[in-house]
């Protein structure tokens, strides 16, 4: 079992930035792709980022690309979404994911944190 808390997030003006992390237990971090995902009110949970084991790839979702970063720190067992320049519609519940592969994180990651909520005020 691979246990996953977020943290960070909070209420924002546009233009903002914020920066969630997420600590991983349980198992060895390393191992892991890690993924963040959000879930607006009514809407579907979306994909954000995902990074790789080692944090040489990246995948970003289009609609964040350019202002969101994701990033690890092994030693730490945390995984980090620096969010730029934020806009209303940015808000959401965000997720962080774990999975074997950066397919797999995408679509069905194995294990989820709790989420923590990410609120930009126009």
């Known amino acids: 079992q691979v246990q996953l808390v977020e943290s960070g997030g909070g209420l924002v003006q546009a233009g903002g930035s914020l920066r969630l992390s997420c600590a991983a237990s349980g198992r060895t971090f390393s191992n892991y792709v890690m993924g963040w995902f959000r879930q607006a009110d009514g809407k579907d949970r979306e994909f954000v980022a995902a990074?790789?084991?080692?944090?040489?790839?990246?995948s970003t979702a289009d609609s964040v690309k350019g202002r969101f970063t994701i990033s690890r720190d092994n030693a730490k067992n945390t995984v980090y979404l620096q969010m730029n320049s934020l806009k209303p519609e940015d808000t959401a519940v965000y997720y962080c994911a774990a999975e074997t592969s950066l397919w797999r994180v995408k679509v069905s990651p194995a294990y989820w944190g709790q989420g923590t909520q990410v609120t930009v005020s126009s």
């Open positions: 990074i790789s084991q080692t944090g040489v790839s990246t």
